[in-house]
């Protein structure tokens, strides 16, 4: 399965600059999105999440509003940087391999050290500083169980790791992207 969703950029928490750039589908980003667009922005910030190769023409029979009213929304949207852009995301199936999740307890004066590790670990997707007995959480994707087990293995080996636990991924039963 293929799906695109708009890349939105958002502000900070706190402040008025927009920076930082990600793809968000999470209903609980509306009220900072909020901050920036009025209601039938959302809705169509709304509708571009579910489908972002969605026609102009639909957008506004969805909306209700004529077409020209909707691309001067899109315009004025992508213009102030809440919508960064359009991307594709491949499903977990389509882009194949397994996936794991690595949750990472270090030594707190080494976490520069660690980070800089994991990034140069190709099979380190994405780490999420965490709270609780782990640090860190790091999602991983391989293309076969050995390549998988050699960059647990790399991990763990990364100075200022003091402890790991691997979660390997089943099956997806949410997505929201």
Request: positive net charge; contains cysteine.
């Amino acid at each position: 399965m293929v799906l695109l969703a708009p890349i939105l950029r958002l502000p900070a928490a706190g402040s008025k600059r927009r920076s930082g750039r990600f793809v968000s589908t999470d209903r609980r980003n509306a009220d900072r999105i909020g901050d920036m667009t009025d209601a039938t922005d959302a809705r169509l910030i709304a509708l571009l999440t579910e489908n972002a190769r969605a026609p102009v023409a639909q957008l506004a029979q969805k909306l209700g509003l004529a077409r020209s009213t909707v691309q001067a929304r899109l315009d004025r949207l992508e213009r102030a940087g809440v919508i960064a852009g359009y991307t594709l995301r491949l499903s977990d199936r389509a882009r194949g391999g397994i996936c794991a999740t690595v949750l990472v307890q270090m030594v707190p004066a080494r976490q520069a050290m660690v980070l800089a590790g994991l990034r140069r670990i190709a099979e380190v997707e994405t780490v999420h500083t965490t709270s609780g007995r782990f640090d860190l959480a790091c999602r991983l994707r391989a293309g076969t169980t050995e390549a998988l087990d050699d960059a647990l293995d790399r991990i763990g080996a990364l100075d200022g790791v003091k402890a790991t636990e691997a979660l390997i991924h089943l099956s997806t039963r949410i997505d929201r992207g």
